[in-house]
Nanobody, 126 residues
Framework: VQLQASGGGLVQTGGSLRLSCVAS????????MAWFRQAPGKECEFVAG????????TYADSVKGRFAISRDNAKKTVYLQMNSLKPEDTAVYYC????????????????????WGQGTLVTVSS
């Protein structure tokens, strides 16, 4: 599967953005999906993930209550709705895919994801 992320940009503190990640190829519905981010000078970190059907989600503590991950399997797209943005959310955001069986956990480790998009930059000004 190939992934194409978009939707990044410049936003003020407290603003919102929605990121999209469109997949090409077959069987998108068989992948658990996740968003990661990497801020300048920092390690890449997990942001949010969800299961194949979208029924199970998991979030990093730093974004709980502010971000929401969702997917539309018919459109082969995963979204990240980001609200109440803070300057510390500034980073390049990457979507990632993990081929998974139905009951597989939604992993938070980068090493579990074999497919990655190119990244989209989110900048939150103070």
């Amino acid at each position: 599967v190939q992934l194409q992320a978009s939707g990044g940009g410049l936003v003020q503190t407290g603003g919102s953005l929605r990121l999209s990640c469109v997949a090409s190829g077959r069987s998108f519905e068989r992948y658990n999906m996740a968003w990661f981010r990497q801020a300048p000078g920092k390690e890449c970190e997990f942001v949010a993930g969800l299961s194949r059907s979208g029924g199970r989600t998991t979030y990093a503590d730093s974004v709980k209550g502010r971000f929401a991950i969702s997917r539309d399997n018919a459109k082969k797209t995963v979204y990240l709705q980001m609200n109440s943005l803070k300057p510390e959310d500034t980073a390049v955001y990457y979507c990632a895919a993990d081929w998974a069986i139905t009951s597989a956990p939604v992993y938070e480790s980068r090493s579990e994801y074999n497919y990655w998009g190119q990244g989209t930059l989110v900048t939150v000004s103070s």
